[in-house]
């Protein structure tokens, strides 16, 4: 997993060559997402260069109509400043055509772009194994998808626009200042010395704190989803006030940090408003001394100082665009860090397929782990025959769901094979293993939609009737009738409108409806009361009948149904045997299985 992409993506403390690198990366998907859109681009700057040309025109036409136009009407000739006058509202005219034509195509692209990059977030991260979604949090998910994305889009929809505009209307005045008056645009080349210092100074400065405000924007939105996405353990642990305050800090940090970006560009505006008003006020003095001598027309006088004018309109603009490109460029950052990702659990180069599966799984010379140091489960082998039932008992961190998520491949073993069928499931087709083997977890989760559409989801075309036969083989078919539009009855957010008992109930339907060579149940019953779990139990009996299982549970009553018991501790197996055999024998199960018939007196 990238460094920088994930556990480095929030800091703010880049060395040069990490900083080196995510710029490059950034340029890269800044350039595959503008490739497709190159001929739109080169069309957008052919508009923007003719608009910008056409509004620099309009100080040079009222020099021209002041020092030829006057002159002539008063010897009766009014073309010279009637050419002037209808020049001027033409170039006008054609100047706001072209920028309305210019920000319609600007926005086209921008759209375009926003378009691709969400898309390819959301494909991307959608890809990508559990591994990366257990270390990054759902918070700093959504950040990607809103506030960075926010901020790019406020860049290409306002911040190019000024930038590109401000440029070219600066270089095309400072060109018309040469032509008209060369020795006022020495002037305005003296007055660069100080701005290109004012513009370093706050470059330099405001690179940091931009960096920082979406670093604290960030965790803003982190700390708010976890806190309302968790906010029944929340409410449970009377957890309102610690959050308040660490909220309150949070929000205290991003003010402060705001409030810095703030003072700075309080000295940066003034400082630029003072230094072009500065040079305005040397442009007339030295321009109205040499028009009293006679070295300068009157018109050329009041041209060079408005080109000296304008030439200072759009800086103000482009600090705002470095205030927006400081944001984007952050986001870009860390969205390019997030498409950088690759899965840890990669697609098959050659994928084989298994369209009927038996369930036949085999693991040989297995072994997990997260480093070299952090052995999850050590090397081991293991058969289970088509159509067995197995059940992995043991304590908390023993191994079991680890070596579940195995099964199902969530995550590849740092050693070793594990086949279904005789195939390695790392060359096993995607859709084959999916359809083969379906995993039923403790936390039962239901998506927005109606009871039948969550039933279905494993099996997008099943028919009404077949859902409802899933539904009733594992007891679900009376309580989703009981409810208000039965198997139409929308379960709202996360199934919200179900208890946890019914919303497990709803995932065994789904995956019994799926139909998989391979069922996986990790804790599965956990959340059902005993009458509900005995439903299921009589449920699983008749359907695990045909099918290879792997039943996870520290319930010891779901473990009756099992052919076989795996004890596990310390992520190796320790017992193997039937239910009976090891019930009957000295070993940690019989030790588990007395405890547990103890407690139920």
Known sequence: MSVIGVEGEERNDFTKAESKQVRARSLRLLGSLLRPLRLRLWLTMLVVFVSTAAQVAGPALIGFGIDRGLPALLDGDWLPVGFAGVAYLLTAASGALLIAWYIRLSTRISQAVLLDLRTRVFLHTQKLSLEFHESYTSGRIISRQTSDLD??????????????????????????????????????????????????????????????????????????????????????????????????????????????????FGIYDPGLLLIGNACVAAVLVAGGFRAVEGELAIGMLLSALLYTKRFFDPIEDMAMFYNGYQSAASALEKISGVLEEEPSVPEPRHP???????????????????????????????DVPAGQTIALVGSTGAGKSTLAKLLARFYDPSDGVIELDGIDLRSLHPKDL???????????????????????????????????????????????????????????????????????????ARAFLANPAVLILDEATSSLDIPSERLVQEGLTTLLADRTAVIIAHRLSTVAIADRVL???????????????????????????????????
């Open 567 to 601: 004890v596990m501790e310390h992520g190796r197996i320790v017992e193997d045997g039937t239910p009976s055999d090891l019930i009957g024998g000295s070993g940690r199960f019989a030790a588990l299985h007395a405890a547990w018939r103890d407690s139920l007196v």
């Open 434 to 508: 999916r359809r083969a083997i379906v995993m039923v977890t403790q936390e039962a989760y239901l998506f927005s939609g109606s009871v039948a559409d969550n039933i279905a989801l494993g099996k997008p075309d099943a028919t009404p009737d077949e859902i409802v036969r899933a539904a009733k083989a594992v007891g679900a078919h009376e309580f989703i009738e009981s409810l208000p539009n039965g198997y139409d009855t929308d379960v709202n957010k996360r199934g919200g409108r179900v208890s946890a008992g019914q919303r497990q109930l709803i995932s065994f």
């Open 352 to 382: 084989v397929d298994l369209w009927n599966a038996d369930g036949h799984v085999r693991f040989e010379a297995v072994e997990f782990a997260y480093t070299k140091d952090r052995v999850i489960l050590p090397r081991f082998d293991l």
């Open 151 to 264: 901020a790019i889009r406020e860049l290409l929809d306002e911040g190019i626009n000024q930038l590109v505009r401000g440029v070219l209307y600066m270089s095309f005045t400072a060109i018309a200042l040469v032509l008209v008056d060369w020795r006022s645009a020495l002037v305005l080349l003296v007055a660069l010395i100080p701005l290109t210092v004012l513009t370093r100074w706050f470059q330099v400065r405001s690179q940091k704190l931009f960096r920082q405000s979406r670093v604290a924007s960030a965790k803003l939105i982190v700390h708010f989803v976890e806190s309302m996405t968790g906010i029944r353990a929340v409410q449970a642990f009377r957890k309102e006030r610690r959050n308040e305050r660490a909220y309150g800090e949070l929000v205290e940090d991003y003010r402060d940090v705001n409030a810095r970006v703030i003072q700075l």
